[in-house]
Nanobody
């Protein structure tokens, strides 16, 4: 089992940047694919980004592609989300998630919905003011 703790959220003006981090417990962090999701008030949870166990493969939602970058450091048991050019519509609670299964060659709908992820963090609030 793995426990996840997000940090780095906060209030930022539109156009600004934030870097989210997710620290994972346990010695097997490198055996998990990792993802970031977000949920805005009154909306469903939304996929943001995912990274493979080794970090060699990444997937992004179209809405964040070119602005957000996901990365991981297996030696430090952390996964990060660098968010640039933030927009008010990026406002949400951001969640880190871990999947025991490897990322597939095609990131399918069940992955987008979060169904393939086994562990979730508590979330960190990101608020982007206009």
């Amino acid at each position: 089992q793995v426990q996840l703790l997000e940090s780095g959220g906060g209030l930022v003006q539109a156009g600004g940047s934030l870097r989210l981090s997710c620290a994972a417990s346990g010695r097997t962090f490198s055996s998990y694919a990792m993802g970031w999701f977000r949920q805005a008030p009154g909306k469903e949870r939304e996929f943001v980004a995912a990274i493979s166990r080794s970090g060699s493969d990444t997937y992004y939602a179209d809405s964040v592609k070119g602005r957000f970058t996901i990365s991981r450091d297996n030696a430090k048991n952390t996964v990060s989300l660098q968010m640039n050019s933030l927009k008010p519509e990026d406002t949400a609670v951001y969640y880190c998630a871990a999947a025991r299964n490897p990322l597939p060659p095609f990131y399918g709908s069940s992955w987008y919905r979060g169904e393939e992820y086994d562990y979730w963090g508590q979330g960190t609030q990101v608020t982007v003011s206009s």
